[in-house]
């Protein structure tokens, strides 16, 4: 991974990426995917409902969406690696917190400290940097690091062993522990190349024509500023698209334990052994999907996607056995991983890189409002239905809707361009901004 220049040096772009990917194993394997099976454990111990623990998720994501623009201009006011820091030490103490619920409200605070912690310290920070130092494998870069996530699911059947072991509450403590050191040792490196004096990658220096975009010579172009990223149809566009499957995300993480033991002879084990079948795929779809979106149409790339989703939730409405919810799997993770690294670049390539953190902070309100429906609908519709179909086939329903908002999604063009100027596809033309 860790390419060389002419100069014979590391390229210390990929040092970041390869610190992201531990970063993101850790917050994946003991905050996002732990997060259902501590669901279950909650729910056996205290016997309360899969509403409060939607209540729960959706106001974490409100949180995390309301925080956004702040965090975005934190991020680039004061640098990834502080951010990542406070980030790391509230998601830890959170977990340490965890082991000390007695009731509801120490839930939902130290739940509320745990995913504050996860929003500063983990994707968006970990993008922000990503995006300073690539720019003509920035897709290939993305996809690498967010395989930390997806193979931190691998830690699921850890987790669910020692919460049938030595209980919720000593995981949570340990986990919290860990989270910590490691987290803290990998803050060091996250780091813009500004910071180091450095250059980031260079640019690839010609324009090649794709159906989807007229050619156009390559130029110089500034960045867009977060005032003029707003007020485009792009910025919505991109927003609402990024946002429509994360109300199948929100189900899944939250609710798939559940969902995968209340069919006859299934439990959390089976649950484990199917996320990471999906984790496999996963991570093969952020590999090839990453490098597929440096040469064709991230576009195209992300409605083959969000239409995966859609007939995963199919799937998992109807599931009635483990193949199928084998099935229901393979298809939601190996469609997370492939729209993954291409939404998030193609955001970068459609405004660049000075100013992606509050641009990404004010594109999380919009996504937020996904999010938290997504947590918060499954919950309720599954009490009021009294099944998961209805849940399932809503979130279907609304993630289905991104492919309407993607069409929308062109290429913005800047309030000094001239009117009739051309828009080159940014999956093949990355112009140096200027000062």
Known sequence: ?????????????????????????????????????Y????????????????????????????LGPVQGWAIDRFG???????????TALGLILFYFINNQATFFIFYFIISIGA???????????VVHWFQRTRARAMGYLMTGLAIGSFLAPLISFLIDGVGWRWTSLGSGIVLFVVGQLIATLIVRPVDR???????RAATVARPDAPTAPAQQRRDFTAREALRTRSFWALAFAHGSPLLMVAAVS????LRVGEIDGLGPGHAAIAIVIGTVCQIAAQLVGGYAGDIISKRLIIGLCLVGHAAAAVVLAIADSFPMIILGAVLHWTAWGGRGPNINTLRADYFGPANIGQ?????????????????????????????WALPFLVAGIGTASGLVWLVMATRPRLPDDPPDADQTDPAMSYPQARS
Request: proline letters at 2%; a neutral charge; zero cysteines.
């Open 80 to 90: 990834p690696r502080m951010m990542m820091r406070l980030g790391i030490a509230s």
């Open 359 to 387: 641009i990404m902070g004010w594109a999380s309100v919009v996504m937020m409002i996904y999010s938290a429906g997504g947590s918060l609908l499954t919950g309720a519709l599954r009490d009021l239905s009294d099944g």
């Open 39 to 66: 669901v279950a454990a909650l729910q056996e111990e205290f016997m309360w409902s899969a509403t409060l623990f939607g209540i729960a998720l959706a106001m974490t994501r409100i949180e995390a969406g309301a």
């Open 197 to 203: 004096g450095e250059s980031p990658e260079p640019a």
């Open 1 to 37: 991974m860790l390419r060389r220049f002419a100069t014979g040096r590391a390229f210390f772009g990929w040092y970041i990426v390869s610190g992201g990917i531990v970063v993101q194993i850790m917050l994946g394997g003991l905050v996002m995917h732990a997060t259902g099976f």
């Open 254 to 257: 939250g609710f798939f334990v």
């Open 119 to 129: 929003g500063i310290g983990g994707f968006m920070t970990l993008t922000v940097a």
